[in-house]
């Protein structure tokens, strides 16, 4: 979310503007002109009235396709439906110019749960390349599906994929005094969506712990802000920050015991670091600036945050034992709301260019910077687990929609749709 906008809302408090129900759409932005062909041909179902009740071709097809890598032969096209390795006519795919084919059965066992038996095969080479028997119930097939997208992504990258990874997010419903807000759990496609909390206390900023089981965030209540840590598989939660002041951005550390956050005990926000074991904070940052949004580098020594030190929005690093800030984004009036990739290399953030935001990626060793969206207002950049996409929001037709871009190009395809608006998403780290 652009500084100003996100300091509106965490810092000085005030009431957020009453949204009116709408249609949203989780939209995907990837693809590229180098990505790599790849046909995955429906499941073949064996035996009687065991069809699944779920398409899992077309959801992996929707994942590689996602991810910016590959570009899926749209079925229309297909020659035959080949539902093992050893019917495939090669010259046949060789011929529709695809490099690698999906193939796979789907058996319903006596106890309900399904066998899906996938094979990965190499068109050019005319050989299998990988070679899996997955068993789930039938409320889990789309997590299968996710899966066997998995397998594919890693086994042509060699990165692992995160297509059974998981998204939060905020949306908010209603206007007014009915207006209710609520934290948001679903699949990384969108699939799936779940509300693990609905409150009327506007919500901020969620951010996952290390080990996926946990999600902190910010609750508004009143005139004051409170830092809340809840279970996703019980929805426990407990406050962990509700000090003087305002408390906001938190941030967990590589090891899950630290939080970065935001705080203004003294009338003027700066980067603590919280101990989740006692309770103790430290400072980080002491500036008449605004220090804020603050993100950890993968091995936990320092920490990247906007800042308006400089005059205007820019991005800093920071030792998290504390020292003189660094700068790090020069180029552009505007750079906001960072996030690291899991490599530590590659930075997104939130940079203004003639009047709008737009999400960008900054390779930190060979600084180079580039944008990868064109909307009006693009913001709240969070990278995928392993690094190939970043989720975001963008507004479109007066709504708020969550949105991916491929760290590789551009595609637009709408996946999903949502009641209410919805904001400032966060993925999950791989299992």
Avoid at 91 to 120: K, T
Avoid at 269 to 275: M, Y
Avoid at 306 to 318: A, E, K, L, M
């Amino acid at each position: 979310m652009p500084l100003t906008r996100k300091l509106l809302l965490t810092l000085v408090l005030l009431t957020l503007a009453s949204a009116t129900s709408a249609q949203v759409n989780i939209t995907i932005t990837g693809g590229s002109e180098e990505a790599l062909p790849i046909a995955v041909v429906p499941f073949q179902t064996t035996g009687d009235n065991n069809a699944p009740g779920e398409d899992l071709a077309a959801i992996i097809r929707a994942d590689l396709n996602r991810s910016g890598v590959f570009k899926a032969l749209p079925p229309a096209n297909y020659v035959a439906s080949p539902g093992r390795g050893d019917e495939v006519r090669f010259s046949n795919w060789r011929a529709l110019g695809v490099d690698h084919l999906v193939v796979g059965e789907v058996s319903r066992g006596e106890d309900g749960d399904y066998s899906v038996r996938v094979e990965l095969i190499d068109v050019y080479g005319g050989e299998a390349l990988a070679s899996k028997l997955y068993t789930a119930s039938s409320d889990a097939l789309r997590s299968a599906a996710h899966t066997v997208s998995n397998l594919v992504f890693e086994e042509l990258t060699g990165r692992a994929g995160a297509f059974d990874s998981e998204l939060v997010y905020v949306r908010s419903q209603g206007a007014g005094e009915s207006q209710e807000y609520q934290l948001m759990y679903a699949d990384a496609d969108g699939a799936q969506a779940q509300s693990i909390l609905t409150t009327s206390a506007p919500l901020l900023s969620p951010d996952w712990s290390p080990s996926g089981s946990r999600v902190a965030y910010v609750s508004l209540a009143g005139t004051g802000s409170r830092i809340y840590i809840q279970e996703i598989a019980t929805g426990e939660r407990e406050v962990v920050a509700n000090f003087d002041g305002v408390s906001s951005a938190p941030a967990f550390g590589p090891d899950g015991d630290r939080l970065a956050l935001t705080r203004s005990t003294d009338g003027n926000p700066d980067i603590h670091i919280l101990d989740l074991d006692t309770g103790e904070t430290r400072r980080v940052t002491s500036h008449y600036g605004i220090d804020t949004e603050p993100v950890w580098t993968p091995d936990g020594e320092h920490l990247l945050f906007t800042s308006d030190r400089s005059g205007g929005p820019q991005i800093f690093r920071v030792a998290a034992n504390g020292g003189q800030p660094e700068r790090i984004t020069y180029e552009g009036g505007y750079n906001a709301s960072p996030d690291l990739g899991p490599d530590g290399e590659l930075l997104t953030m939130v940079r203004r260019k003639d009047g709008k935001f737009h999400i960008a990626i900054k390779n930190l060793k060979k600084d180079l910077t580039r944008l990868l969206t064109g909307g009006k207002l693009d913001e709240s950049p969070r990278f995928s687990p392993n690094g190939a996409m970043i989720v975001y929001t963008r507004v479109a037709e007066n709504r708020e929609e969550l949105a991916t871009v491929s760290v590789h190009g551009r595609a637009n395809e709408a996946l999903r749709e949502f009641e209410g608006n919805v904001r400032e998403p966060a993925w999950s780290p791989i299992d």
